[in-house]
């Protein structure tokens, strides 16, 4: 089983970058494709997608925040990052990392989500 882990500080500055790591535990062999991803959740707003880097090391990010993100990876450490920067109140949302898993073709979905972590951008 995968297992994914939020780290980083819960308080941000406007004007300031959001960093976040993901830590990976565990893994399967079994699927065709993966992806380790961040999303994100404004209170009273629905997930929000924001990029993810697969496991050729190449980088997708949502079209509203690739001005502002990066996406990185230490496979050494079985961490994968996440850089927002110039952040505002806006961005303040529960931030998960999660796994994009390619089984077969009719089956893909996230087969693993840290329990996500709050951060609060104050202004």
């Known amino acids: 089983q995968v297992q994914l882990q939020e780290s980083g500080p819960g308080l941000v500055k406007s004007s300031q970058t959001l960093s976040l790591t993901c830590t990976v535990s565990?893994?399967?062999?079994?699927?065709?494709?993966?992806?380790w991803s961040w999303i994100r959740q404004p209170p009273g707003k629905g997930l929000e997608w924001m990029g993810v880097?697969?496991?050729?090391?190449?980088?997708y990010y949502s079209p509203s925040l690739k001005s502002r993100t990066s996406i990185s990876r230490d496979t050494s450490k079985n961490q994968f990052s996440l850089q927002l920067t110039s952040v505002t109140p806006e961005d303040t949302a529960v931030y998960y990392c999660a796994r994009w898993a390619v089984i077969t073709m009719a089956t893909r979905l996230y087969d693993s989500w840290g329990q996500g972590t709050q951060v609060t951008v104050s202004s």
């Open positions: 565990g893994g399967s062999s079994t699927v065709r494709y993966y992806g």
């Open positions: 880097i697969n496991h050729d090391g190449q980088t």
